[in-house]
Nanobody, 124 residues
Framework: QLQASGGGLVQAGGSLRLSCATS????????IGWFRQAPGKEREGVSC????????FYAEVVKGRFTISSDSAKNTVYLQMTSLKPEDTAVYYC???????????????????WGQGTQVTVSS
């Protein structure tokens, strides 16, 4: 029900746009979050958008570099990533939760639906 795409190999300083296409969910009532997991590290929250009211959330490490947006006509959420750094290398996952209960925002167990992940590799 969630399909993440758009990953790839990019040089440091470059950009990528990830897409999370959803189906079978009440799009306007969910929040879509992006998480990432690097080898040997725990999964961490990156960004989230609440489709019910448009609020956006960002982890400190990506603020000013990543932008999340939502297209209700396409039931798709995007993550525009700019000024990429080698430490951004990870598998990126999108996930869905109710947009009416958003705390804790990065609580992995609060997201009931997960996509399969897309690899982002940033070379130095």
């Amino acid at each position: 029900q969630l399909q993440a795409s758009g990953g790839g190999l990019v040089q440091a300083g470059g950009s990528l746009r990830l897409s999370c296409a959803t189906s079978g969910l009440p799009f306007d009532d969910v929040a879509i979050g992006w998480f990432r997991q690097a080898p040997g590290k725990e999964r961490e929250g990156v960004s989230c958008i609440s489709n019910s009211d448009g609020r956006t959330f960002y982890a400190e490490v990506v603020k000013g570099r990543f932008t999340i947006s939502s297209d209700s006509a396409k039931n798709t959420v995007y993550l525009q990533m700019t000024s990429l750094k080698p430490e951004d290398t990870a598998v990126y996952y999108c996930a869905a939760r109710s947009s009416y209960t958003l705390h804790p925002i990065w609580g992995i167990n609060e997201y009931g639906y997960w996509g399969q992940g897309t690899q982002v590799t940033v070379s130095s």
